[in-house]
């Protein structure tokens, strides 16, 4: 393929299978989900968001180009933070907006099973994969961006509670996209085969696949049917 046919396939995975069409996110956008239900996905939603610069940690220590480490590193100081707050800050802003305790959630013991079982494959897929296979997984970052400002917009809209914790969506708003630039380039350029092309389709799919497996656990638990696994700890919800 083509570069251009190649980011046409990969629009094709996106538009298939990326987590924006989730049940779980569809109830979220139209202003569907209770108080607890919301406090249920931010809570959960911060182990994975906890685990990248973990990822993109392990990417670096894969590769021997200084250049590509350069680049690279951005994505940690995005999360980490270095001089300024960084996204896992702002996530735990977000939580506290949604009346979540900061040490509750940071602590991750009351996140599903099924979550964290889905957040743990993604780090063994980019630690037992190629380096071309880690990065094309971060190709998500192509459809972040347009499900970021919707996101944005029903949160503000439908959850006003939440809006002094908005600040972690208005970074990604740029960062995303210029991240998914980079992934896409180093991947059209080293991906010069048919055979390392599927590879970088395939390892794009499973990451899908493990975002939308996140959803699956909290839709399961928290939605339909409501049915909280035997646990001890896992967050539940307080009546509303």
């Given amino acids: 393929m083509s570069k251009a046919e190649l980011r046409q396939r990969l629009q094709q995975v996106g538009e298939a299978m990326y987590h924006y069409q989730h049940p779980f996110h569809l109830r979220m956008h139209a202003g569907q989900l209770t108080r607890g239900?919301?406090?249920?996905?931010?809570?959960?939603?911060?182990?994975?968001?906890?685990?990248?610069?973990?990822?993109?940690?392990?990417?670096l220590s894969k590769s021997e180009d200084v250049a590509f480490r350069r680049a690279w590193r951005k994505r940690i100081v995005d999360h980490d933070g270095d001089t300024g707050v960084g996204g896992?800050?702002?996530?735990?802003?977000?939580?506290?907006?949604?009346?979540?305790?900061?040490?509750?959630?940071?602590?991750?013991?009351?996140?599903?099973?099924?979550?964290r079982y889905a957040v743990d494959a993604y780090i063994d897929l980019v630690t037992n994969s190629t380096l071309l296979e880690a990065v094309s997984s971060s190709l998500t970052e192509l459809f972040a961006g347009?499900?970021?400002?919707?996101?944005?917009?029903?949160?503000a809209k439908h959850y006003p509670w939440l809006q002094n914790g908005l600040a972690y969506f208005q970074g990604r708003l740029t960062q995303a996209p210029e991240d998914a630039a980079f992934a896409f380039d180093y991947s059209a350029?080293?991906?010069?085969?048919?055979?390392?092309?599927?590879?970088?389709?395939?390892?794009?799919?499973?990451?899908?696949?493990?975002?939308?497996a996140q959803l699956d656990a909290l839709q399961y638990c928290y939605v339909e049917p409501g049915a909280l696994p035997p646990q001890p700890g896992v967050f539940r919800p307080e009546a509303s």
Avoid: F
């Fill in 37 to 59: 239900q919301m406090q249920a996905w931010v809570l959960n939603r911060y182990y994975y968001q906890s685990r990248i610069p973990i990822k993109d940690a392990v990417i």
């Fill in 88 to 115: 896992i800050e702002k996530w735990l802003q977000l939580a506290e907006a949604a009346g979540l305790d900061r040490d509750y959630v940071t602590r991750t013991h009351a996140i599903l099973p099924g979550v």
């Fill in 146 to 155: 347009q499900l970021i400002a919707l996101r944005m917009d029903a949160l």
């Fill in 189 to 212: 350029e080293h991906a010069d085969t048919p055979y390392l092309q599927s590879l970088v389709v395939r390892s794009l799919e499973r990451k899908c696949a493990l975002l939308w």
